[in-house]
């Protein structure tokens, strides 16, 4: 059930009363945290529960217009989707409903700590000896939402959080979508352009492999601190690169990448989706046999 569905409806999908703020009262905000095409995310301190939280208020509008990309088809609100996910590797979410000014919301745990984007951007310490702990716990994220039926359709470096217990945690489900037949049909292509598959960029049928080439892509990114494509201000350009262009050896940004490293990156991101890992547990215990482990 799409989100203004549930507006009309007054129940969530589980027949329960949907939940209504009042922001301004309930939560004391103390900072925005980010912004992203469709919502803005705060830390903010819950008065109802007593503890700091992540605050994401959707933008009705823009929420409204991603739900009419899928004519005819019953998707399931941000927030139902997320209150569906339980795992150590994904963040939590507590509640979701609709504020009193009629915008979608989600309270979910607070998580203290950095961006993995950060981390690449800025080259840091934390990284060394944990490249392969953190692509492990993400591929152990992904792997669980395939299994029960989701593609998460915008992982990126961005979209991935590392507490400072060294926990991975999975972000933003603004764009996840259910992992059926309907919902795979060709024509739809949002998201972050550097990490879309080729399929999805020629808007072909996709599968949960384009969610295993965002994987790739930013298991590359992670080893090399770059994409495998050149950057382009224009999406058209960027999309021919990725269908009609070889990606860069990884080895060409880091000479320490040996040939079995670079073999992996390299099938992460392969062109064709038969030619890329087959499943994220896949991805990991490929990464898991190579013989150095402490990069």
Same mark, same amino acid.
């Given at each position: 059930?799409?989100?203004?569905?549930?507006?009309?409806?007054?129940? %969530?999908?589980?027949?329960?009363?949907?939940?209504?703020?009042?922001?301004?009262?309930?939560?004391?905000?103390?900072? +925005?945290?980010?912004?992203? &095409?469709?919502?803005?995310?705060?830390?903010?301190?819950?008065?109802?529960?007593?503890?700091?939280?992540?605050? +994401?208020?959707?933008?009705?509008? =823009? $929420?409204?217009?991603?739900?009419?990309?899928?004519?005819?088809?019953? +998707?399931?609100?941000?927030?139902?989707?997320?209150? $569906?996910?339980?795992?150590?590797?994904?963040?939590?979410?507590?509640?979701?409903?609709?504020?009193?000014?009629?915008?979608?919301?989600?309270?979910?745990?607070?998580?203290?700590?950095?961006?993995?984007?950060?981390?690449?951007?800025?080259?840091?310490?934390?990284? =060394?000896?944990?490249?392969?702990?953190? /692509? &492990?716990?993400?591929?152990?994220?992904?792997?669980?939402?395939? %299994?029960?039926?989701?593609?998460?359709?915008?992982?990126?470096?961005?979209?991935?959080?590392?507490?400072?217990?060294?926990?991975?945690?999975?972000?933003?489900?603004?764009?996840?979508?259910?992992?059926?037949?309907?919902?795979?049909?060709?024509?739809?292509?949002?998201?972050?352009?550097?990490?879309?598959?080729?399929?999805?960029?020629?808007?072909?049928?996709? %599968?949960?492999?384009?969610?295993?080439?965002?994987?790739?892509?930013?298991?590359?990114?992670?080893? $090399?601190?770059?994409?495998?494509?050149?950057?382009?201000? %224009?999406?058209?350009?960027? &999309?021919?690169?990725?269908?009609?262009?070889?990606?860069?050896?990884?080895?060409?940004?880091? +000479?320490?990448?040996?040939?079995? /490293?670079?073999?992996?990156?390299? =099938?992460?991101?392969?062109?064709?989706?038969?030619?890329?890992?087959?499943?994220? $547990?896949?991805?990991?215990?490929?990464?898991?046999?190579?013989?150095?482990?402490?990069?």
């Amino acid at each position: 059930m799409g989100f203004f569905d549930f507006l009309k409806g007054g129940k %969530d999908g589980g027949g329960k009363p949907r939940k209504v703020a009042n922001v301004a009262k309930r939560f004391e905000l103390s900072g +925005k945290t980010g912004q992203g &095409s469709m919502s803005k995310v705060y830390r903010a301190y819950d008065r109802e529960i007593g503890r700091n939280v992540c605050l +994401k208020i959707l933008d009705k509008v =823009k $929420t409204k217009e991603f739900e009419a990309r899928f004519p005819g088809l019953k +998707k399931p609100s941000e927030g139902e989707i997320c209150m $569906t996910l339980r795992h150590d590797n994904i963040v939590r979410t507590y509640e979701y409903g609709v504020t009193t000014t009629g915008e979608p919301y989600l309270v979910m745990e607070w998580v203290d700590g950095f961006g993995l984007n950060y981390l690449v951007e800025t080259r840091n310490v934390q990284l =060394k000896g944990n490249r392969i702990n953190y /692509l &492990s716990q993400l591929c152990d994220a992904l792997q669980y939402m395939h %299994d029960t039926k989701y593609l998460h359709r915008d992982l990126c470096a961005r979209n991935i959080m590392i507490n400072t217990e060294g926990v991975l945690k999975l972000i933003d489900f603004g764009l996840t979508i259910p992992y059926t037949p309907p919902f795979c049909a060709p024509g739809n292509r949002t998201g972050t352009k550097e990490i879309m598959a080729p399929e999805l960029l020629a808007r072909r049928a996709t %599968d949960h492999r384009v969610d295993l080439f965002a994987l790739g892509v930013t298991a590359y990114e992670l080893f $090399t601190n770059a994409l495998p494509w050149e950057r382009s201000m %224009d999406s058209n350009e960027y &999309s021919r690169r990725v269908m009609n262009t070889p990606p860069k050896n990884p080895r060409d940004f880091n +000479k320490e990448i040996d040939e079995d /490293l670079a073999a992996v990156l390299l =099938k992460g991101i392969a062109k064709a989706p038969l030619d890329r890992f087959g499943s994220a $547990t896949a991805f990991k215990e490929a990464l898991l046999r190579l013989e150095r482990q402490d990069w």
